[in-house]
């Protein structure tokens, strides 16, 4: 854990004890169950957003709580660990686009909306499935976007979309010209593929010619943050289990070669840490972030796919069963692994970076 | 060479060939070419069509679902030589083999091995045909892969025992006829108060209940038995022999579970193929992604491997006699490898590779996620990796009890 | 193990107990330590050749033993046990080089001195550190080679190159024009560069277009096979090891972590052998070599590599010591992975030959 | 953000920092820009040049080798802040710390600790002027990794002990001066019955046998103890206590032996550096082979999540005082990446990767081979992975003990 100051030890509690009490896991089962239209619980996302969470990277001067990216990550990590359904991590990065590329008035239009929780946003670039931001095919002509988005997260409660065209980020609100495709995936989430045809849309001029690589930055790095909550729950649930879990009359903890298998992933997990606080210390300081946010994105891939296949494995047969948690951590990872970069894809834009 | 091969013995192989081509030609339904065998499947129940039934019906009188087994309960009785002919030219024609299940790749050669005549002559026949559908009553809550722990207890009542009990992770318990089981006997002796019967899942005190898997999916249920009563002549072996019994079904359901051809059958279609359907190509068909690329030989070079050492494995305890210790290692490996594959699959397909249900998806596609979710499973049923591992260490290399 | 037929299972019990009665690894240690020219025991090379070893794919029609490729697996593999050094394997493929390519003439003239032992050959082919049968400068004019091959295996004891020049193969007689610069590896055997100016070289004229592939393919598998024998060793010795040594007064083999790593090993070494011996098999039948030979080096590779580090790690601090022998599979091994095509080369030959 | 970070202390560190550029402009010999610290490692012997010599020194006589040790015992004094900026400085003019070896690196911290006044006063001096070179007497034949099991026996013969027995892995031991070793000084009692004692390795009854590692190095010795009279003053603590003390100086052993700055500056430069030097490129600088590029940047990841871990448990237990328990992690961590990336190396390099000795290599081929051998010893030396596995999952994770 990084070394936090008060306001984000505080704020890291609020939200562990938010999460335990009022979104465990037992809340993303009655989502799953109920299905909003949203795909996640309104009035646990107000609950969230008066807690100052919708607007935690938002100037205070656009009604945001202004916390910072640490703070913004410790939120996440703690909403991760329950699965909890919600617009927080879309709606954060749309908002981050907006502050960082938004002229003006785009900001005092749309950051008090967003920071009240009032409207969700969320990030629109991929055309395909998987993610790769050097193939875009959505034009603008005189105002009109036109183009399909694949697998858009929590397309379904967005008011707001920041869509990626070929020549920059825009800016296009839910209504005419905007079609949304329901896509089912294993997380039981919201995501949607959203056909724009000549959708009003306002460029985000600011921010520079490499404001969309910055947003996905953003994007990588506090998905990263939702892994790192999923990936310690596994672990903990994991080892709790094995804690109290008798076969042939020991505690499974007892046996060598699941000791030594939980020491690597307890390992493993450090790594994770390290990468991700790493990633929001880096957008919190500004220096090194594209890099960073790779080696963010890549550990987290990485970790949380062991992660939930071991997990599962130890659980033994339970852990195959709906009845048991872990399989939602398995079912959802692999959604997060194949959004906003993949590791290999991470490992190229390192590479790059790196300039090999 | 030096060494020459053996003269070809041609003639009653080939002869034996034009009779499989006759009979394919006579009742293969051909509307039927290149489906799959629901039974052989856990995870359904079986809804059979006419031509699907008459094709059943066919195999089943020949025998040639079990091909080498005896003919006298029912079986193929081929060679096999005469076997391999048969898997060929049903391959040629697109055909499967119908009959299938536990009853065939578990239950059917454990109980040639220590049933009793008349039990022989009572359950093989119906399997052979494809009638019976079994379950595998051995899994028991809180006991997990520990087999010597199980708590069902069969009380003798003269004529026959009285069994009670739960049973979980049957599968196909809600469709199946009947159940072998291991239950208790003598709760004195942990090893030796076992006993292997057979138990009507019609009886009354049988009660099931479904599993919902994180797949989605249900193939197993928990099983309550009441007061159900078992008669004595659905005891097989003697009692107190269920553990020995027990753990013979365990290396054909191993061996089974891991076995070149089913796996490879179960797999579908090759990755690479997938791959060039989902992934760019260059105009000479080569993906233009080159660590995906590495990472799926890297895969199918393996599975060559593992589909070399299963094919190894049945010509040694062919040459051996028996199954072989090994089903362990290809058990092992086969699962491993399965999970592998189907984590690499959606990793090419991307989030295309994820859908639960829905729009946007081909039948393949979520078929494919439900097999990846259901597959996670495959490590842990039929003994888990990690008791493949002890077994391995202790029973094939000679290491030490860690205790 | 392959089922093998009488013939081949005497040979194998004879290699077997040849290798453990005359070539012991402590013979491999007075090679080392006594550096003979041709970098091993001409002695044991020629007690070899008498046991027909060194014609062992070579006709009878041409003073070969012709048992074929997979009895000359298994004496290679029983060779690589005890890392015995001896020039059977470049020897044979050279040879074989020769039985595809040559003409009537040519192995009239070079099969029964190969096949006697009088001579060793041996084959150059790439011109770097890492194989690429593709980049090959060497050029032949007017019957005169020039051109560098590195790394040559068993130069320093061979009389015959078969050597890649841009337009097939040749064979070279080493003497005027042809220089050694000797390349002392980790395995301590020989290896050099050889520099051909001008050097008298004679085509091999047959075998097709896709001669040089089909040489290399037989390198890969027999390469494979000795590759076998040293895993196979490593981790004979490494079981013995762990069942003899105690620690905390238990012996090492019963600790469950160790148990699983060794169940591990055992099934890839199971995979290690399938693909090896299916290779050979493949060369036997004269069926799907090529592929065969991708997963036998692939495999190979691959299992050796784990194998050796994993040997030495179980063996603990005294793995590490030249005291004991498990070192020089550990050096060894990495010189035959990187030799004929690395893990990486053989997964792209693999996938093109497969079409994708 | 609305937490505003803290105003800067900045007159202080900047009055230090330019005493440290004054120093490093004075005493560092431009001759050694960029060399290494022969004494840091336990390769070799040391053959100081006059220049080498100076710069000790210097360095010694300031303190600054062991920087935030105290000034007392010829420490530094500094603030970690001060520590930092000395470290940068150096970085910047090419100049190592000739101030190292295992004195520095694990005696020192544990004296400090544990040591009587006298022993402080008598010990840390020389070592923080690199005067002295230390080796550790810890592993026995037989003992491995199990230090409770150890033999070397030290008799009590009221102002000394007489010590009889075998250690080996002594690093160092025939360049070393004096050596901290862990005795038994009680056979009754497995762990208490251990004590932590100096013993001067030119005494009469020490003789030491190099022993040669697969390397071809040899780094290491079999130190024999016949009859070495042994002061009382040079025990450490209590009698019995020297369990306690000699697992607190492996915490030390293993925080250096992972720390990512000691690390790094093993490791060299870069490995894609390398890859760009032995690999094709292409017109951008980017390496040509796709997969060995994934692979190299699949390292280069983990290494900096692992650097990034290291700086993170410094933090942690600066904020928590004292070495962390996550030592063992970093241990088990770094070692391991070590290995993989002087595997990773010789892949790239190919066989120009692999030479011994002779013509067609350069130096720095020659010594990555040596290193890439050497290395396999770092998952063993120090309490093997395996073991810090055992700590991690026990006394990290609280799993129960397998027994």
């Known amino acids: 854990m990084a070394i936090l100051n008060e306001e984000q030890e505080m704020l890291r509690d609020m939200a562990r004890e938010w999460a335990a009490n009022e979104s465990p896991v037992a809340a993303f089962r009655k989502v799953r169950a109920e299905k909003p239209a949203e795909g996640y619980s309104p009035d646990a996302w107000s609950a969230m957003a008066q807690m100052g969470w919708a607007g935690i990277v938002i100037p205070e001067a656009h009604g945001g709580s202004d916390f910072g990216w640490m703070s913004a990550g410790l939120v996440v990590e703690e909403l991760g660990k329950s699965v909890t359904a919600s617009p927080i991590v879309a709606t954060t990065i749309a908002a981050s686009a907006i502050v960082l590329g938004g002229s003006d008035e785009q900001k005092a239009k749309w950051l008090p909306r967003l920071a009240s929780g009032e409207i969700v946003g969320t990030l629109a670039v991929d055309e395909g499935a998987r993610h790769d931001s050097s193939r875009i095919e959505t034009r603008v002509n005189g105002g009109k976007l036109t183009g399909t988005k694949a697998f858009v997260h929590e397309a379904d409660g967005a008011a707001l979309f920041v869509v990626a065209a070929a020549d920059g980020l825009y800016l296009v609100e839910r209504g005419e010209g905007v079609t949304l495709s329901p896509r089912k995936l294993t997380d039981m989430r919201s995501h949607a593929e959203v056909t724009f045809d000549g959708a009003a849309a306002e460029r985000l001029a600011g921010g520079g010619d490499d404001l969309l690589d910055r947003v996905l930055d953003r994007a990588r790095i506090l998905t990263a943050a939702e892994m790192l909550g999923m990936a310690q729950q596994v672990f903990d649930v994991t080892l709790d289990y094995l804690k109290q879990r008798v076969q042939f009359n020991q505690v499974l903890a007892s046996f060598q070669a699941l000791q030594h298998r939980m020491a690597d992933l307890f390992g493993d997990l450090a790594m994770m840490r390290s990468a991700v606080e790493g990633g929001l210390e880096a957008l919190d300081s500004g220096f090194g972030v594209a890099r960073a946010a790779t080696v963010a994105k890549a550990e987290a891939n990485r970790v949380l796919h062991l992660m939930s296949r071991e997990g599962v494995q130890l659980h033994g047969g339970i852990g195959m069963t709906d009845e048991y948690d872990i399989g939602f951590y398995l079912k959802r990872a692999r959604v997060l692994e194949a959004s906003w970069g993949s590791t290999s894809y991470c490992r190229r834009r390192f590479a790059s970076l790196a300039g090999y | ?403």
């Open chain 2, 1 to 403: 060479m030096a060494t020459l091969a053996e003269p070809k013995e041609a003639s009653a192989d080939d002869a034996f060939r034009e009779e499989v081509r006759a009979f394919l030609a006579e009742h293969f339904p051909a509307e039927l070419k290149g489906s799959n065998n629901a039974l052989a499947s856990v995870e359904g129940p079986t809804n059979e069509s006419p031509a699907e039934k008459a094709w059943r019906e066919a195999m089943g009188s020949r025998g040639w679902g079990v091909p080498t087994w005896p003919k006298e309960y029912g079986g193929g009785g081929l060679t096999r030589k005469q076997a391999h002919i048969l898997n060929e030219e049903m391959a040629k024609v697109g055909a499967y083999n119908p009959i299938g299940g536990m009853g065939v790749m578990m239950f059917g050669p454990t109980l040639l091995e220590y049933g009793s005549e008349e039990q022989k002559r009572e359950h093989i026949p119906p399997i052979a045909r494809g009638e019976i559908r079994w379950c595998q009553g051995y899994s028991e809550p809180n006991a997990g892969s520990d087999l010597a722990n199980l708590q069902t207890f069969a009380e003798d009542k003269g004529d026959h025992y009285l069994v009670n009990g739960q049973k979980t992770w049957t599968s196909g318990g809600q469709w199946a006829d009947k159940c072998f089981a291991i239950v208790r006997t003598d709760r004195s002796d942990k090893h030796n108060g076992i006993s292997f019967m057979l138990i009507d899942m019609k009886d009354p005190g049988v009660e099931v209940r479904p599993i919902q898997m994180i797949s989605g999916m249900s193939p197993f249920c928990e099983t309550f038995f009441t007061d159900v009563k078992v008669p004595k002549e659905n005891l097989v072996g003697k009692e107190g022999q269920g553990w020995t019994i027990g753990k013979r079904l365990l290396q054909h359901e191993r061996t089974n579970l891991s076995g070149g051809g089913s796996m490879a059958r179960l797999m579908g279609s090759a990755l690479s193929d997938v791959a060039k359907k989902y992934l760019e190509t260059d105009d000479q068909g080569v993906l233009v992604d080159a660590v995906m690329r590495d990472r799926i030989a890297d895969f199918e070079i393996r599975w060559q491997a593992f589909l070399l050492t299963a094919k190894r494995a049945m010509e040694e305890s062919k040459a051996q006699g028996g199954v072989s210790e090994i089903s362990s290692v290809l058990k092992k490996l086969g699962t491993k490898l399965g999970q592998e594959r189907a984590e690499l699959l959606i990793e090419i397909m991307g989030l295309q590779g994820l859908g639960w249900e829905g729009d946007g998806f081909s039948d393949s596609e979520l078929s494919g996620v439900r097999a990846w979710l259901f597959g996670k499973a495959t490590t842990i049923y039929g003994g888990s990796t990690e008791i493949q591992n002890n077994i391995i260490a202790k029973r094939v290399l000679g290491m030490l009890d860690h205790q």
